[in-house]
């Protein structure tokens, strides 16, 4: 039995009088404490030796330490440095700042080994420092979830993909920062606080995998484990203007990650380069000679035989039926005019490049609920299905009714620990209506158990109806806007002031003030629950300086794949170096190309 001791409340999470008070007068009073408490990162002074390892991608270091040019303590001690000094970011969890001595005794093990057994000992990376996400379970690091209660508790064993990580000998850079279990688009909690955006001092850094998403941004380190439930590894990839890969369901093991539903968790990454994210998949997997046949027949098509799928449909704009069955309450809306401009230069230059843009909608099916034929995408989305004589949200509520379940068996299996569900619950506390932990735990008492059965029914509907879509207008890839809203504040998401375009009844669009929920549901969630491929890539910044990104996303397995988790591990990789040729090409065009944050920018270019 492990006992968690009491804790501070950390000082950049809202005061409980403020979170308390749910009125319109109390949630604009959070909005304003937190206009009123911007980040300001401070430069940190760096010698040229430092300023060359920081800007070191996963691929660069690997390269260094084969060749014998710098040493894994040497680089680890130049990103435990970076990582102190922007101690205030709340990047990492408060244990892991606490207990640094941990990475470096590690990197000097590595070197030790390296000089008596020969570098290729420590391949494939060489001792390569990556940052786990905070829900992971790791045996040095506690293993809290982002839960106060379980600050000091260890895992009895790793989550099964630092094992591959420390099997590759990776070294494990500690735990980075998140909302408790995972459970929101916003990390921050009241154990170590709200993690900060290095771009802009009033945005989130997204969640649930912002740590991760802030470090690779700052330059902590070069790639970083996040993981995926309904947009957890993309929106800290858009938010932090990083490449973010959220792979097919089981492509990495996903044990020893406490997850939220059955279908929907997948483990992924966050790079500044999207070459490291091609470059650790392969090494991780030992897929390398499967990397080398993909590449090989991605670089034999012609550019034009890349066909890239643009529907409007639900992701650029979201235009609903007076008919639809909508659980969520979302409202018709748009991308906002800056992601759509990004979009549509990147279609431009694309096209320019040689590439074919396919701008077609979702095919009709049948549809009982609809009367009539209807886009496909609408009719698995918001066609009720009514199943156990109950109206069935297409967009996956159902999903979450094992949430309360999983968690505490990973509280049991892998931390040993008693804490009850009810104190975890209790202790998972609001930071805002854009921050509501305990609103997605409290899906498992109130969704419907016949209809979580069913999810597998459906989610075999749903994968036909997306693959449909390729193989009907003969695509490779769909590209989208990752989300409907520009780079999301904390005052906004406080009170449900996101600005987003919103259809009216004569058909034109108004920004009106929102919910995190109009924002982020459909673009992140609504095809989650079906494997598929998805990168979110970065496209350089807006007029007001907020990171902007697209996304791409493969098709799924067939029908007779889809539970086979040897096949995940190689499905993605046609998709990945088709999207590493429109990476090259989209890049090309400077408005379009990633860009340092501010700081970073003058502290190491």
């Not at 894994?72 to 130049?78: H, I, L, N, P, T």
């Not at 027949?297 to 529907?311: D, K, L, Q, Y």
């Not at 069913?454 to 749903?462: F, L, S, Y």
């Amino acid at each position: 039995m492990t006992m968690a001791k009491s804790y501070t409340r950390h000082a950049t999470f809202p005061p409980q009088e403020l979170v308390d008070d749910e009125s319109e007068e109390g949630r604009n009073k959070l909005c304003q404490w937190y206009k009123d408490r911007p980040y300001e990162p401070t430069a940190q002074e760096l010698s040229p030796r430092a300023k060359e390892l920081l800007l070191f991608s996963a691929s660069d270091y690997i390269a260094a330490r084969r060749a014998g040019t710098v040493t894994c303590r040497e680089y680890a001690e130049v990103l435990v440095s970076r990582m102190l000094h922007l101690k205030d970011t709340q990047q990492f969890t408060l244990a892991s700042y606490r207990m640094t001595d941990v990475i470096i005794n590690a990197a000097k093990q590595m070197d030790e080994k390296a000089a008596k057994e020969g570098v290729e000992s420590i391949a494939p990376l060489y001792g390569l420092p990556v940052p786990a996400k905070g829900t992971m379970a790791t045996t040095d690091f506690p293993s809290c979830a982002g839960h106060a209660a379980l600050h000091d508790v260890h895992a009895l064993k790793d989550a099964a993909i630092l094992t591959l990580f420390r099997d590759a000998n990776a070294i494990v850079m500690g735990k980075t920062n998140v909302p408790e279990f995972a459970a929101s688009w916003t990390t921050m909690n009241p154990l170590n606080g709200r993690t900060m955006n290095m771009y802009r001092g009033d945005l989130t850094s997204g969640g649930s995998s912002g740590g991760s998403g802030s470090a690779v941004s700052a330059h902590v380190a070069p790639v970083a484990l996040t993981e995926d439930t309904g947009g957890s590894t993309r929106h800290p990839a858009f938010q932090n203007n990083n490449f973010g890969y959220d792979p097919s369901r089981n492509h990495y093991p996903n044990e020893g990650n406490p997850g939220i539903t059955y279908t929907n968790d997948q483990v992924g990454l966050n790079a500044r380069s999207f070459d490291d994210i091609l470059l650790i998949d392969s090494l991780i997997l030992n897929t390398r000679e499967e990397h080398a046949t993909a590449l090989a027949a991605a670089s034999a098509c012609n550019n034009s035989e890349i066909r890239i799928g643009t529907p409007l449909f639900p992701f650029v704009e979201l235009t609903l039926r007076d008919d639809v069955y909508n659980f969520w309450g979302v409202k018709s809306c748009a991308v906002s005019d800056e992601l759509r401009a990004k979009y549509d230069t990147t279609k431009e230059i694309l096209s320019s490049a040689g590439f074919t843009i396919v701008e077609k909608e979702w095919p009709d099916v049948p549809s009982e609920h609809f009367k009539e034929p209807v886009n496909g995408a609408m009719e698995t989305l918001f066609g009720n299905r009514r199943i156990n004589n109950k109206d069935y949200d297409g967009i996956g509520a159902a999903h979450f009714h094992s949430f309360s379940g999983q968690l505490s068996e990973y509280v049991l299996s892998y931390l040993n620990s008693d804490i009850s569900l009810k104190e975890i619950r209790d202790g998972m506390l609001d930071g805002g209506d854009g921050h509501s932990p305990t609103g997605f735990l409290k899906f498992s008492s109130f969704t419907d158990e016949s209809q979580h059965r069913a999810t597998g029914i459906v989610q075999t509907e749903k994968l036909q109806i997306w693959n449909n879509y390729f193989e009907t207008h003969n695509v490779d890839v769909i590209m989208v806007p990752p989300q409907y809203s520009n780079a999301i504040k904390y005052s906004e998401m406080s009170n449900k002031s996101i600005p987003v375009a919103i259809r009216q009844q004569d058909g034109s669009y108004k920004m009106e003030p929102s919910s995190i929920v109009q924002s982020n549901l459909v673009p992140y969630f609504a095809f989650k629950d079906i494997p598929v491929p998805k990168v979110v890539v970065p496209t350089g910044l807006d007029d007001e300086g907020r990171p902007t990104a697209v996304e791409f996303l493969g098709k799924g397995p067939p029908l007779s794949k889809l539970f086979d988790s040897d096949f995940a591990k190689t499905h993605d990789l046609e998709f990945l170096y088709k999207v590493q040729r429109l990476v090259s090409a989209m890049h090309k065009e400077p408005s379009l190309q990633r860009v340092e944050p501010p700081t970073v920018a003058k502290e190491l270019c």
